[in-house]
């Protein structure tokens, strides 16, 4: 299969400009006899959705959780990037694409990446309209603060809670098209496939989960903007309903996976501290501005943080600042997570798990006063403390790198329709902008331009080559995959098992953890894919569920998304083999340099892995997607 | 409906009426009970029953004698529809509810105190308003009716004073929230003014029923 | 430490419900409050009996989802925190502890702790929001906002929308919730233009759904998870008579 992107053609700074030109419109008074299928509530999901009904396009939108509001973005706390340079400290459109190109370590598309920079811009205008309250400075205009993998201030926050600020700003859009009656929303309702109508994504398949009913929806387009898969570890700072279902039904209808080996381990979370432990809580990377990370030079064993107060400076080494002084303690998530893995397998992890390390604020406290620290990051010190039972004002807060992102997802062209006509993917779903590493304040970036800026432009270049036609919901196609979809549900419901869907998940994540996490190797992802393959096989024929169909049943929707996991944690396994280089999230220990840094093979991997699902335990075939850079030059990032 | 009903019989709407009346029962309080401390007086209540006489008699007191009882009314019917909206609004109840450690237990009784209130108000006007109107008693020297007479006779009672007493408690409490939360139903709250009307707001819920209360003690003693 | 706990079973919208005892051993102080429960529905599944469905998603206090009245107190007895950060360190060994789901009328039970607050949805979809489309707006610094006043309608915007503020009133009033975002919008220049229709849909919608009066208790405001003030109710007050005086919707 050839793979086209289909970047426009034509200088870097022109092609979005111009490509708006080029895409077919769909007449004002037409766009009523369209109706669009919006799967998901996030940030790209409801602000695509808002914006399709703003149009005059019928939209239907779905979320599996009881409102629309609870949608995952809602909990990024730091920020929001975007090239607005009100600093006047250098940025521009320029930098910040080249900023998320290198943080990106060189595997994202420089089309896709050029025009996520220049929609930025729009982005903050739409939301502060929107009645955002993002932070000012006294004389009312924005304030920005730094990230990660930038040397300029660009990122516009709402104290730490600009997800859940940006998120309620899409779904008071969306909130209101609900009521213009444009927009008609399924809270409660889980996708569980897309149905194919003369090689065309014509409509999906739902479960109501509250009375379990199975029902199909006919549309012309369908978008799926329903997150990432970072629940495979099972541990991970995805909330707990997160999910790859939509997605991955969407593959096996033919759409291909991109990049599933490419995730992102987030240096800043707060450690696990048992078995009973079910997700993982982020602390913004924005305590990484004012927070310094620091082990003993020498092991302590079981160090907690109230000892760790008396820690004479000669004996801290503060690794990040020691290894990259340019950078410190601001260098991208990947490599920050690494050091961080690094200085533990040494021994000098500090916490009773002896997997943590130090994030320490006295100096900032010293140098601003309490106050100020307060007035930055206040929230995450309460949130630390309620959860830790430590005070960070008084002693570091320990820290810990937790799978958080993942920049891999549906394989979209430069329209971001996958390889299914008519179905799109947006926002984390897809893989397109961030390349082998986001960096910090980008998703939010991501899923707001792609539902606000891109996609009801291009969505209108695919419509208008439509018939206004509707499929019935009674199409034979319809009944096959709701047929299917029973069938499956069926089956689950029937094995009867001993262990429950979270004893398989809590498995899985084990072996994903273990073998495909932070770093990765021939041996240990081999070994894996078997111990994956004999992991599925356990699942079809021991799991136990509880209860029927056709009520709210948490252990049904449990079990239906862990199998789904456990087939695309297989593929991850399958993409971190096939790529024996390092770059970004993605880390073979068979690939680095003498120092120890993350070595890229241009030459061979400057490609988009894309899988394409060849039927039930079938090993899924490669296809590539070149990657051409015209504008950057590739180099291996030092952030030293 | 007019916008006006409609505004008036949504939820805030009936609560502004609420909280008008009772700010007016507030002012009609104060005026009560600087006319009762006459009873305090040692000239045998000849100033309290010619005070008695100008407050049955004036006609711009007898305006505002009538905007009080239908204060009152409106405040009892009122609040007996918003009571019932709000225990419709939870039909089921909790089995543990932890009440106590939110919100004052004034404020989650406002109703109870003021039932009891309106039975000590029938009492209280069966004793001496409808007395002074349409009762048989005598005239003092000065030719005015003998209320004082009427109030020391009853307040020689112990049992009576008991009830008084008893009653300016929870008028008290039902003060302590009601007077402070009429300002904010009234849309009145503000960093700097807020503390002041809670300051005002206790002080008047403790100061006035305990005036009320010395008076029947006061009595009880001398006679 | 060893815990009893005491919940509330309901099958669904149309059962009447009861509760039901469990024991729970070996719970970790670090444990939070749900992943407590999720160690009991290990527990239930393992025997085949249904687990018991609660609502919960982000687990990090922001989405809004969970929602146990739990010894008599939404989210439990710590002040500013959710049930997901609620944490068993909060508890004693030994304790007996009563979970009940949101009582309120406009929040019927649909299975066992698990209730529905779509009300909360169509009150925002009454009037929440500005009405812009997407593009078209003017630079994000044409706009300028006094410091203060964007942290005050920040301070207000921070409502996650759980409905403890409903569980705890008296009333099942939803004045706190309506409030907060009432008076994020009323506060902020780009809410100027709607914000008479805004505060007159919001309330009728508030009535409509069937929750009931504010009566100033303030337990709304003690059990915010997030701490939204008071002062955002007199706001709305204030919002509401402007509104009703001024509006030319007759």
Known sequence: ?640 | MSWFTKAMSSNIGKKLIMAFTGLFLILFLVGHVSGNTLLFGTDGGLAFNAYAKFMTTNPAVKILSYITYISILVHVVYSIIVTRTNKTARPVGYEVNAGSTNSSWASRNMGVLGTILLIFLVVHMKGFWYEMHWGEIGTDINGNKDLYGVVAKAYAEWWYVLLYVVSMGFLAFHLSHGFSSAFQTLGLNHKKYTPIIKGVSLGFSILVPAIFAAIPIYMFINS | MNITLKVWRQKNAQDKGGFKTYPVANVSPDMSFLEMFDVLNEQLLAKGEDPVHFDHDCREGICGMCSMYINGKPHGPKDAVTTCQLHMRSFKDGDSITVEPWRAKAFPVVKDLVTDRSAFDRIIQSGGYISINTGGVPDANEIPIPKKIADQAMDAATCIGCGACVAACKNASAMLFVSAKVSQLAMLPQGQVERKTRAERMVAQMDEEGFGACTNTGACSAECPKEISLENIARLNREFYGAKLKSENV
Request: with cysteine; aromatic share 10%.
């Open chain 1, 1 to 640: 299969m050839k793979l086209d992107s289909k970047i426009p053609e034509g200088p870097l700074a022109e092609k979005w400009t111009k490509h708006k030109f080029n895409v077919k419109l769909v007449n004002p008074a037409n766009k009523r006899k369209y109706d669009i299928i919006v799967v998901g509530s996030g940030l790209a999901g409801a602000s695509a959705a808002a914006s399709f009904g703003e149009l005059g396009y019928n939209v239907k939108c779905f979320c599996f959780q009881d409102s629309p509001r609870r949608a995952h973005s809602i909990a990024a706390q730091g920020g929001i990037n975007a090239a607005k340079n009100y600093q006047n400290d250098g940025d521009s459109v320029f930098r910040l694409f080249y900023d998320t190109i290198k943080g990106g370590d060189y595997r994202g598309r420089e089309g896709n990446t050029y025009r996520l920079a220049e929609v930025s811009v729009n982005i903050i205008d739409q939301c502060v309209a929107q009645g955002v309250p993002f932070a000012r400075e006294y004389g009312g205009l924005l304030a920005n603060r730094s990230f990660g993998g930038a040397q300029v201030s660009r990122t516009f926050y709402a104290k730490g809670q600009t997800g859940q600020q940006l998120l309620l700003g899409a779904y008071s859009a969306l909130s209101r098209q609900i009521d213009s009656g444009k927009v008609k929303m399924y809270n409660r309702t889980e996708m569980l496939d897309l149905v194919m109508v003369d090689g065309q994504a014509r409509g999906i398949v739902t479960r109501n989960l509250i009375t379990g009913e199975i029902e199909s929806h006919s549309a012309h387009a369908v978008v799926l903007a329903t997150g990432g898969y970072g629940n495979v570890f099972f541990l991970s700072t995805n909330a707990m309903g997160s999910n790859c279902t939509a997605a991955w039904r969407a593959h096996k209808k033919g759409a291909l996976f991109s990049n599933p080996c490419y995730t992102q381990i987030h240096p800043t979370c707060i450690p696990v501290s048992g078995d009973h432990q079910s997700k993982l809580t982020l602390m913004s990377e924005s305590l990484r501005n004012d927070g310094r990370v620091w082990v003993p030079k020498k092991g302590i064993k079981g160090l907690t943080a109230k000892a760790a107060t008396e820690i004479p400076e000669e004996e801290r080494d503060y690794y990040l600042e020691r290894i990259y002084p340019a950078f410190g303690n601001l260098v991208p998530r990947d490599v920050a997570s690494r050091n961080a893995k690094n200085v533990c397998d040494e021994g000098r992890g500090v916490g009773s798990t002896g997997l943590a390390v130090f994030l320490d604020f006295s100096d900032a406290i010293k140098r601003d006063g309490k106050d100020v620290v307060k007035g930055k990051y206040g929230n995450l010190f309460d949130m630390y403390k309620q959860i830790t039972g430590d005070d960070p004002y008084e002693a570091p807060m320990m820290i810990y790198p937790a799978v958080h992102y993942t920049m891999g997802g549906l394989w979209v062209d430069y329209n971001l329709m996958t390889t299914v006509p008519g179905a799109y993917a947006i926002g984390e779903a897809n893989f397109s902008d961030h390349g082998a590493n986001r960096l910090g304040a980008s998703a939010l970036m991501q899923g707001l331009a792609d539902g606000y800026f891109i996609i009801p432009y291009t969505i209108g270049n695919y419509l208008a080559s439509m018939p206004y036609d509707k499929v019935s919901t009674d199409h034979e196609a319809f009944k096959t995959a709701e047929k299917e979809v029973k069938e499956r549900l069926d089956k689950l419901l029937s094995i009867n098992g001993t262990k429950t869907p979270d004893q398989f998940h809590k498995e899985l994540g084990l072996i994903m953890w273990e073998y495909c996490g932070m770093s990765r190797n021939e041996k240990g992802l081999t070994l894996a894919k078997e111990k994956i393959k004999a992991l599925k096989k356990e699942f079809w024929s021991n799991v136990k569920l509880v209860g029927g169909n056709d009520e709210l049943n948490m252990s049904l929707e449990k079990a239906n998304r862990v199998a789904d996991f456990i087939e695309l944690g297989e593929l991850m396994i399958d993409d971190a083999l096939d790529r024996r280089e390092s770059c970004g999230g993605h880390f073979r220990e068979e690939s680095q340099t003498e120092e120890g840094e993350a070595k890229r093979m241009d030459d061979e991997y400057a490609y988009v892995a894309a899988w394409a699902f060849q039927g039930e335990n079938q090993e899924e075939i490669l296809h590539k997607e070149e990657l051409i850079f015209e504008n950057v030059k590739l180099t291996q990032r030092s952030y030293k």
